[in-house]
């Protein structure tokens, strides 16, 4: 009787805070004649689900119980147990889109390239913020939606805390620690340093399969059938430092001076070796048997930014921001390749930099008792350096490319003005207008191989307005619901990587014997267009008394101009003496996707008085996200946009020990098996995924606690199958995850 309640909850991230508050409200009740105490206690005590109701538009809001809940030492741990949110790779995906569909802020500016959220230790983050969908005073750059993620805060009252670590993988264990110090000094004064030191070391467990040439046509194909097995061992090691310090310089005026520095260093190193099969044409010989594989190199960003706030009277406040950072990475690939029909010795060097400047402000001003109005204008700078060398077996992979330097120059500006609208107890409006444009130059090499120089220019007006409605404007009790509807404009611009006209090489095949429409080289498009979203979000949210909620939500998204890649095509080209078969994106017609959201979370003897009593100290969540979506230019079936699963299944559960000052919960997430077809030609299947993270922890004093966790149990084989419908070829490849313990201790001084 217990599981189908528990498998009917639907939505949100552990939240405990429910159960504490309810456990606060019963030693210490105020009496009944006595409203004005207990409206301090709301107030001093809100919950993620108070500070959710109170926003102007939906928007998810996590602090620091899902923060440390885990111990978890990277931030896409923390996410991927999220309502809605999957991670992989280091790769955040929302309603199932990743990539450029989902936009990444650190303090409401865009992450520093090259950013990935396995780099950032959650003991440097205050809170993340989940919007779905975009507001007038951020980018637009977020079909899917936008996860800001707030750095820590000075502290009210001086905290000192030290959270040494150990984990382990396999091959061996893996030191991490971090170091918080935080005060308000004299002169209005406040700062806090946290620190964080981190390690990893894991191996994969690969495996796969190609057929290339199933059905030979053309004379001297061979068919071509392998399968190879290997391994991947990662490790590495880096450091988060995000220091901030505020100076209240009066009663309505703060200047804060933020700074936030990643630095990581990483090694890979893998071996494989690749099996002929017996249904290979007998006159096949794989071009390499014995490989190895040795990737190493470092990764560093560095911000620095200052951040002006006055409120000039009641009704007038003005916010200014100047940001400035760098940051880039270099790393040293060697592929060793023997025993084949030709050995291959290659390397590839690269290194890059990234430099960028922002500046921003916006001005708010009450108009009458209903209105604030904001206006404001953002402008940025991004430059980027780039050289790349590939070397194969002693020659230059790409003559007269191989060493060329190119640069990137990125220039974004916006201008914004909205609107916040209480129109009476029960409505309220969010209008807004937001212009924004960007500029893509680069300049490199611009020979007959392949040119590196191009222009590209993308204006964006995007529209936004939000509605609430309040059933109940006192918000008592089971009053306090809430829906929510919103009408957006969103886009995505295309990268550089996109943009640029160089080739990419797959040097599955020799350049000298021609390739394959399976085996394409890859180049990009200069003339790509960004993608425009026209956006419908409709959300019930009720919020129960003693913290709980239960949220449902659809939305519904149409896109022109989707960028997708092209079929092969086979071509003359510069770079190879023969032809070859190369792919590139292109704009397509447009697409649309739309999916409902379901979330409850809360304690139990709320969410299920009949079986539970009101005081079992057990919390739970559940979420359920089902997606579909349709790509007009490709025929079907599995239409849908590039690795947007059908469905998403996360639930889980707290439980506080009344004899012992311990807690414990899990979480699990669970996704389908599915296949997205790309183009006329090609399909790609992704095998299910499911996952299991565990925790406990015991205070041991006032200032001591330990904390013993696990991340990743009974993961499935987890990959990919790329097949082609016209043909019997197909590429498969998968690994064996493995999960990851640690244990944790945390000092307060």
């Avoid at 009917?8 to 009944?32: G, H």
Wanted: hydrophobic share 35%; glycine share 8%.
């Amino acid at each position: 009787m217990k599981a189908p309640a528990l498998a009917s909850l639907l939505l949100c991230p552990a939240l405990v805070l429910a159960q504490q508050e309810v456990d606060r409200a019963q030693n210490n009740s105020p009496s009944p004649g006595n409203p004005q105490l207990e409206r301090v206690s709301v107030t001093r005590q809100q919950t993620d689900a108070d500070l959710r109701r109170r926003e102007p538009v939906a928007k998810q809001l996590y602090g620091r119980e899902e923060l440390d809940k885990y111990g978890d030492t990277q931030l896409s741990d923390v996410l991927k147990r999220l309502p809605g949110i999957n991670v992989s790779g280091g790769q955040l995906r929302m309603r199932g889109l990743g990539g450029a569909y989902t936009q990444i802020l650190v303090n409401g500016e865009p992450a520093p390239p090259g950013f990935s959220l396995d780099n950032l230790n959650p003991q440097q983050v205050e809170r993340v913020e989940v919007t779905k969908a975009p507001t007038a005073d951020q980018s637009a750059q977020a079909i899917a939606g936008t996860l800001n993620i707030i750095l820590k805060d000075a502290p009210r009252v001086v905290q000192k805390d030290l959270r040494p670590g150990l984990a382990y993988a396999n091959e061996k264990p893996v030191i991490n620690g971090g170091f918080t110090y935080g005060d308000r000094a004299v002169g209005g004064l406040g700062f806090v340093i946290p620190v964080s030191l981190y390690q990893w070391h894991f191996r994969n467990e690969l495996d796969g399969e190609r057929l290339t040439n199933a059905n030979p046509t053309m004379p001297g194909q061979l068919r071509q059938h392998v399968g190879n097995e290997g391994h991947d061992l990662a490790f590495g090691r880096g450091f988060n430092v995000s220091p901030r310090l505020n100076w209240k310089m009066g009663d309505d005026e703060t200047l804060t001076l933020q700074g936030f520095f990643v630095d990581n260093r990483f090694h890979n190193e893998g071996a494989n070796t690749v099996a002929r099969l017996p249904d290979s044409d007998p006159l096949y010989t794989p071009r390499t048997i014995d490989e190895t594989t040795r990737n190493r190199g470092t990764f560093s960003a560095e911000r620095l930014n200052l951040q002006y706030n006055n409120r000039f009277s009641e009704d007038r406040r003005i916010e200014l921001r100047a940001g400035v950072g760098s940051g880039g990475a270099d790393f040293n690939f060697d592929f060793e390749g023997r025993n084949g029909a030709t050995p291959v010795s290659r390397t590839t060097t690269g290194k890059n930099r990234n430099h960028n400047a922002t500046l921003s402000g916006k001005y708010s001003q009450y108009a009458g008792e209903a209105h604030t109005l904001t206006t404001g204008a953002e402008l940025e700078r991004k430059v980027r350096d780039e050289n790349r060398t590939t070397i194969e077996n002693g020659q230059p992979l790409l003559p007269g490319i191989e060493g060329q330097p190119f640069d990137a120059t990125i220039t974004r500006s916006a201008v914004f003005a909205q609107d916040e609208w209480e129109i009476n107890k029960q409505w309220s409006a969010y209008f807004g207008l937001r212009h924004e444009q960007i500029k893509t130059d680069s300049r490199g090499s611009a020979d007959a191989v392949g040119s590196s120089d191009f222009s590209s220019m993308s204006r964006v007006t995007t529209p936004v307005l939000h509605l609430n409605f309040k059933p109940d404007p006192n918000g008592k009790g089971s009053g306090r619901d809430l829906v929510r509807a919103s009408l957006t404009r969103s886009y995505k611009a295309p990268d550089v990587q996109q943009l640029i006209n160089r080739p990419s090489i797959n040097t599955t095949d020799p350049l000298t014997q021609g390739n394959t429409p399976t085996t394409p080289d890859r180049i990009g498009n200069p003339a790509l267009q960004p993608e425009l979203a026209t956006g419908l979000d409709i959300a019930y949210e009720s919020y129960l008394p003693a913290g709980g909620l239960v949220s449902v939500s659809l939305f519904h998204r149409r896109i022109t101009n989707l960028i997708r890649t092209d079929q092969p095509r086979l071509m003359t080209v510069p770079w190879a003496p023969t032809q070859r078969w190369v792919i590139t994106q292109i704009n397509l017609s447009k697409a649309t996707t739309e999916g409902l959201e379901l979330e409850v979370k809360g304690r139990a003897g709320e969410l299920f008085p009949g079986l539970f009593e009101p005081t079992t100290a057990l919390s739970l969540r559940a979420s359920l996200n089902l997606y579909r979506s349709r790509v007009g230019d490709i025929p079907g079936p599995d239409n849908r946009l590039e690795g947007q699963q059908p469905w998403q299944f996360n639930f889980g559960a707290d439980y506080r020990l009344k004899s012992l000052p311990v807690n414990m919960g899990f979480s699990a997430q669970i996704a389908p098996r599915f296949d997205v077809r790309q183009s006329d030609l090609q399909s790609q299947q992704t095998l299910a995924s499911r996952s299991l993270d565990a925790f406990a922890a015991m205070q041991l004093g006032k200032q001591d606690s330990v904390r013993v966790s696990v991340n990743g149990l009974f993961q499935p084989r987890q990959g990919t199958r790329l097949s082609f419908t016209k043909l019997d070829d197909f590429s498969l490849n998968e690994r064996q995850p493995v999960a990851w313990w640690a244990v944790n201790w945390e000092h307060k001084f």
